[in-house]
């Protein structure tokens, strides 16, 4: 009986099961990315934006979008914008025709403008995509903050001038100690030198003294 077959198949599982942790990534679904808070000023035009990875090309036939909003977290969502073979308009109350798709789904973005926004559009936003083959639903949450006014810029001029301050200050320091720490090895090193000449003459006259006694 030949013995080659049995080693051929160690050889195909192993070939098998690298293609299965290659697939691996596509079978997980998915990857939303998308800012969890934004700050948009009233009256202003503003810009959710909501993109994603996918392991496969987008397909318009099998691809499918929804942008839902919430006015509180307990609150039904409302579906105002979705992608069906195309972009559809569901034209709520709330929205009148103020929402425009800025995104584009080949590109992996699905985003969209909000304009003329109002106080009460402040609320979560969600955004549903769905790629076939994959089998998971992205998903990403933006919850939609509206201002009054633009805050105040800081002014970040003191905060300059204390951190240069601070710093000058600490360079000086270390300056110092540097200057302080070499005047003193110097001192150190000439105590240790003077004391080295003093052992030697000690030494010296230690030895000329019995020489003298010999005499």
């Given at each position: 009986?030949?013995?080659?077959?049995?080693?051929?198949?160690?050889?195909?599982?192993?070939?098998?099961?690298?293609?299965?942790?290659?697939?691996?990534?596509?079978?997980?679904?998915?990857?939303?990315?998308?800012?969890?808070?934004?700050?948009a000023l009233n009256g202003s035009s503003v810009?959710?934006?909501?993109?994603?990875?996918?392991?496969?090309?987008?397909?318009?036939?099998?691809?499918?979008?929804?942008?839902?909003?919430?006015?509180?977290?307990?609150?039904?969502?409302?579906?105002?914008?979705?992608?069906?073979?195309?972009?559809?308009?569901?034209?709520?109350?709330?929205?009148?025709?103020?929402?425009?798709?800025?995104?584009?789904?080949?590109?992996?973005?699905?985003?969209?403008?909000?304009?003329?926004?109002?106080?009460?559009?402040?609320?979560?936003?969600?955004?549903?995509?769905?790629?076939?083959?994959?089998?998971?639903?992205?998903?990403?949450?933006?919850?939609?903050?509206?201002?009054?006014?633009?805050?105040?810029?800081?002014?970040?001029?003191?905060?300059?001038?204390?951190?240069?301050?601070?710093?000058?200050?600490?360079?000086?320091?270390?300056?110092?100690?540097?200057?302080?720490?070499?005047?003193?090895?110097?001192?150190?090193q000439k105590l240790n030198t003077d004391d080295?000449?003093?052992?030697?003459?000690?030494?010296?006259?230690?030895?000329?003294?019995?020489?003298?006694?010999?005499?």
């Amino acid at each position: 009986m030949s013995k080659e077959p049995w080693v051929l198949r160690p050889t195909l599982c192993l070939t098998g099961l690298s293609l299965l942790v290659s697939l691996a990534p596509c079978g997980l679904g998915m990857e939303i990315t998308a800012q969890s808070t934004i700050s948009a000023l009233n009256g202003s035009s503003v810009r959710l934006s909501c993109t994603f990875n996918s392991c496969y090309k987008v397909e318009n036939k099998q691809f499918s979008l929804n942008w839902t909003y919430q006015e509180c977290e307990n609150c039904s969502e409302e579906l105002f914008l979705q992608f069906r073979m195309k972009i559809v308009h569901w034209r709520l109350d709330r929205f009148g025709n103020r929402v425009e798709f800025t995104g584009n789904p080949s590109k992996n973005d699905v985003s969209f403008t909000l304009h003329q926004v109002q106080l009460e559009d402040e609320g979560t936003y969600n955004c549903y995509v769905m790629n076939p083959p994959d089998r998971h639903r992205g998903h990403a949450r933006i919850f939609l903050k509206v201002i009054t006014e633009v805050p105040p810029e800081r002014d970040s001029t003191v905060a300059v001038i204390v951190g240069a301050s601070v710093g000058g200050f600490l360079a000086v320091v270390i300056l110092v100690l540097v200057i302080v720490k070499c005047v003193r090895r110097k001192k150190q090193q000439k105590l240790n030198t003077d004391d080295q000449k003093t052992e030697e003459e000690g030494k010296t006259d230690g030895e000329g003294n019995p020489e003298e006694g010999t005499k």
